[in-house]
């Protein structure tokens, strides 16, 4: 499967972009989806994740209450709503699909990763 992430961009502190992840080379629905970020000279870091059935989400600890996983089954396509944004989440952004069908917070989990899309909130 190919995962390509899009919808970065420069945006002010306080505003809001909305990610995607569209999937290609076949269907997605059965698995478990994440978000991942990455800043200079850090390590990537979970930051969303949604399982097979979207019932079932998980956040890093820094998003909560301001970032929003959704998927889209018959687009084939992972979203990421991000509100209220800081400068701390400037970061490449990467989606990923999960070995299974929950989604983790544990890179180890996944096996196809999308390009990246650069976030950069600026103060």
């Known amino acids: 499967v190919q995962l390509q992430a899009s919808g970065g961009g420069l945006v002010q502190a306080g505003g809001s972009l909305r990610l995607s992840c569209a999937a290609s080379g076949r269907m997605i629905s059965n698995n478990g989806m994440g978000w991942f970020r990455q800043a200079p000279g850090k390590e990537r870091r979970f930051v969303a994740a949604i399982s097979w059935s979207g019932g079932r989400t998980l956040y890093g600890d820094s998003v909560k209450g301001r970032f929003t996983i959704s998927r889209d089954y018959a687009k084939n396509t992972v979203f990421l709503q991000m509100n209220s944004l800081e400068p701390d989440d400037t970061a490449v952004y990467y989606c990923?699909?999960?070995?299974?069908?929950?989604?983790?917070?544990?890179?180890?989990?996944?096996?196809?990763w999308g390009q990246g899309t650069q976030v950069t909130v600026s103060s």
């Open positions: 990923a699909a999960a070995r299974g069908p929950l989604g983790s917070d544990q890179r180890s989990q996944y096996n196809y």
